[in-house]
């Protein structure tokens, strides 16, 4: 899947002069549309395990004595400038054989070993910014799913707090008519304790006025 998106995109590699400081050089130039500073990066670090040692200044990396066996098996020059364009970046550079620089006509078998060296490190980046997109994908996957599993586990905590809830209502509900029963037992109560109390009231005065009918014997004792 990853080798069809790379080939999918843009891939173009044509020989082109550069003037640099000065010195007209004949070389190739690949396009691809990626950002400039991604391209740049990759290319130094290909560069640095293709080639050999790069040495960058003023936005030139140079390569002295690089040996790309896949072009050459002789120590090549290499200059290369990593610029922005419309579409995206370009890669130009310059292979100095020596005797002569690779030319699509001098040197044609070098010209197009080197096409196929700058088409790799195209599809090198492509298949590196695919694999970066689908890296950035899962996180934002990753990132979605902590988010569904936060809301589900805050939905349920809702659903819980209006089930303790409900359940708290009918407690209450069940309280307050246990309550109302116990208010009218109480009632009861009190207006039971009432008569009591004047069952209670009655049976003093009647015991009073029994004594005092005693008393009034013992006073008639002479």
Request: aromatic residues 4%; neutral net charge; charged residues 30%.
């Amino acid at each position: 899947m990853l080798t069809g998106v790379c080939q999918a995109q843009v891939v173009q590699v044509v020989e082109k002069e550069q003037d640099l400081h000065g010195v007209i050089r004949r070389g190739q130039q690949l396009s691809v549309e990626i950002d400039p500073k991604t391209v740049e990066k990759s290319w130094k670090d290909y560069l640095g395990k293709k080639a050999g040692k790069v040495k960058s200044s003023k936005g030139v990396y140079t390569v002295e004595s690089a040996v790309i066996d896949t072009i050459s098996n002789a120590p090549m020059r290499v200059v290369s400038v990593v610029s922005s364009s419309a579409q995206g970046s370009t890669v130009w550079w310059s292979l100095d054989m020596g005797v002569a620089y690779i030319d699509k006509d001098a040197t044609p078998t070098e010209y197009a070993a080197s096409e196929r060296f700058l088409r790799g490190f195209a599809r090198k980046l492509y298949r590196d910014d695919v694999l970066r997109q689908i890296n950035e994908a899962e996180d934002v996957l990753r990132a979605t799913k902590s988010e569904q599993d936060r809301v589900v586990k805050e939905a349920n905590s809702i659903q819980q707090s209006i089930d303790k809830n409900r359940q708290r209502r009918k407690d209450l509900e069940a309280e307050l008519v246990r309550n109302a029963e116990d208010l009218k037992q109480l009632e009861l109560n009190v207006e039971h304790n009432t008569k009591q109390q004047e069952i209670s009231r009655q049976q003093v005065q009647d015991m009073e006025k029994s004594v005092e009918a005693v008393r009034a014997k013992l006073k008639d004792i002479k």
